[in-house]
Structure formats: C-alpha cells, structure tokens
C-alpha cells in the first residue's frame, strides 16, 4: 500500500476504540479506494497475566461510562462482574490477525466485531472458542482461523504490530493519521477520541492541500 493512505491504530479491547468504531465507519465509505485505512494493532495489555482487581474493574467502569457519554456507544457493565477476568490484549490482537490472513478487507469488520461482543455483549474475547465463532459469523473458514490463531507466525505478525506502533511513536488509542506527503511524513489526523465531524473535515483539508 503505496498511495494515499489513513493510518488507523487501535485495540480490540481500547474502550475508547469502541467509542471512534462509528468514526471510522463514517471514513471508510466516505474517501473508499482513494483514501483507504490500514489497521496497526496497539497491542494496549498483551501479554497480562494477573487477574483484574476490585479496583481495577471499578477503574475501568469508569472509564466506560466517560466512552459512553462522549460517543454513545452501548456498554455492558455486567462484564465487569467477572471474578478472576484477565485483560491480556493479545488473544483478540491476535484474532484480528488471522482474520486479515485469511482476508484483509475483514480486519476492520473482524475489530468491529470483536469490540461489540466484547463491550456490548458481554462476551469475551480473550477466549479462543468466541474469537472463532465471530470469524465464523464474518464467513471466515473456522477450521484455518481457529488454526491461525494459535500459530507462531500469527502471534510474531501481532507483536510486529505492536512494535510499529510503538516506533510511531503513537502512546494511545485511538490514533489516525494519514499520508503521506511528499516528504513520505504522515499528519495526524486524531490523537485520542473525535467524533466523526472535525475528523472528517481535517481529513478533507489534507486531501484539498494535495
């Protein structure tokens, strides 16, 4: 991908990321094959492996209903009441790897589906069992995910993900830029939560620059 280009990086499991899903929604058909979005995982928790605490899930409670506030999107909170839930990151990274695998125009499809079961289904997609299921939903092969998604290569593909982030110098979520200009530099488009308006129009004022 050599042309123009929106840069999106994001986490399944970034709230704030749910909350930009009908941001990018809007972007995707409005600029299309012109201006197409290329996902870069965040990597936001990968490799977790200590239970969520009391104050912890109160913590994130709260930072949902500030998502919920700001973009209106659903929340289940019951989640929240899981004793023992360990917010490791990287088994839905990793799902939406083997999802681009097997088809790159699903991986945005594949990350707005594994946010909603996780955020407003209160289902979780640190559990390979519901990863394939929502692949298999999206008409992914289930047998060749369910095989990605536990294989090496997948998982080196994921942390590299991570690692373009972070040598971006992006340090959260969501994060949009676009580019590149003729220096090869990208703008930034949004650093944090927008909704879909002033995205949209500083994305037009790129183009227009051009």
Known sequence: MDGPRLIYFADPMCSWCWGFAPVIEAVE?????????????????????????????????????????????????AFLGRDGFVYDTDPACRAVVAARRQDPRLALPYLRAAQAAFYANNRDVTDAGVL???????????????????????????????ATSQNAGVRGFPTLIVGPNPDGTFDMVTRGYQPAAPVLATIDAWLASK
């Open 29 to 77: 058909p409005r600029y299309g094959a012109a201006l197409p979005v290329r996902l870069i995982l965040g990597g936001l928790r990968p490799g977790t492996t200590q239970p969520m605490t009391p104050a912890a899930r109160a913590e994130l409670a709260t930072h949902w209903t500030h998502v919920h506030e700001a973009s209106g999107q659903p929340f289940d909170h």
């Open 132 to 162: 394939t299921d929502l692949a298999a939903r999206l008409g992914l092969d289930r047998a060749r995910f369910e095989s990605d998604l536990a294989a090496e290569a997948v998982k080196q593909e994921a942390w590299g993900d991570y």
